[in-house]
């Protein structure tokens, strides 16, 4: 079964500093793999996907993220932290034209 | 582009009453619509999957005659929760998929549920 792991609960890096989510996926061939952002009380933003090809993808507000077949990990990646960056982070996978596995999310906390 | 809606944002109601929720896409029509429920703090849990024109598929555990969902349309699903109870009270969001295909899910503000 897919699934997908978010080691850190929480994370706290001071404006302007660099920032690293960790994702983990589980599953059999190559998924499709997604970066969702949620501020409070908001729907999900994509922030950036992978299906194939580059396995470095850049997305929205800075972001980017690095497809690691050989470490089944998808992690976000920002070289510099804005406050309004504070949010709640959801890495997900799919087989494609289906449904969406979430994992259970890394709140982001800036310090001024 | 890709913009899903939702309302109401957020509606209290007492226990007992049912309560409808409307997930639209505005600019894009989308075959295949997607409920989801958030308890506070925690990870988006899949309801159903909704395919306009057919019924939805709903995930396990998840009681089909209590949150009843209907597709009718291509820019349209209605999530409907029967006998709302406190327990019911959630955020709860919908996505939309671009008809024609696609992996990528657009998701509404969401809308919160309060159940006294």
């Known amino acids: 079964a897919q699934s997908v792991t978010q080691p850190d609960i929480h994370i706290t890096v001071s404006e302007g500093a660099s920032l690293e989510l960790r994702c983990n996926y589980s599953y059999g061939a190559t998924p499709y793999l997604f970066w969702y952002v949620q501020s409070p009380g908001q729907g999900l933003q994509l922030l950036l996907k992978?299906?194939?090809?580059?396995?470095l993808v850049q997305g929205i507000k800075g972001f980017e993220a690095e497809f690691k077949r050989s470490q089944s990990s998808f992690n976000l990646r920002k070289p510099s932290v804005h406050w309004s960056d504070a949010a709640e982070y959801f890495c997900?996978?799919?087989?494609?034209?289906?449904?969406?596995?979430f994992g259970k999310g890394t709140r982001l906390h800036i310090l001024p | 582009g890709a913009v899903v809606s939702q309302h109401p944002s957020w509606v209290i109601c007492k226990s007992g009453t049912s309560v409808k929720i409307e997930c639209r896409s505005l600019?894009?029509?989308?075959?295949?619509m997607f409920w989801y429920r958030q308890f506070p703090k925690q990870s988006l849990m899949l309801m159903a999957t909704s395919n306009e024109g057919s019924k939805a598929t709903y995930e396990q555990g998840v009681e089909k005659d209590k949150f009843l969902i209907n597709h009718a349309s291509l820019t349209l699903s209605t999530l409907t929760v029967t006998s709302a109870h406190p327990e019911d009270s959630s955020f709860y969001i919908c996505?939309?998929?671009?008809?024609?295909?696609?992996?990528?899910?657009?998701f509404g503000p969401g809308t919160r549920l309060l159940v006294l």
């Open positions: 997900a996978v799919s087989k494609g034209d289906d449904k969406i596995i």
């Open positions: 600019d894009f029509q989308a075959t295949t």
């Open positions: 992978y299906f194939s090809g580059d396995t």
């Open positions: 996505s939309a998929r671009l008809a024609g295909g696609g992996e990528t899910q657009y």
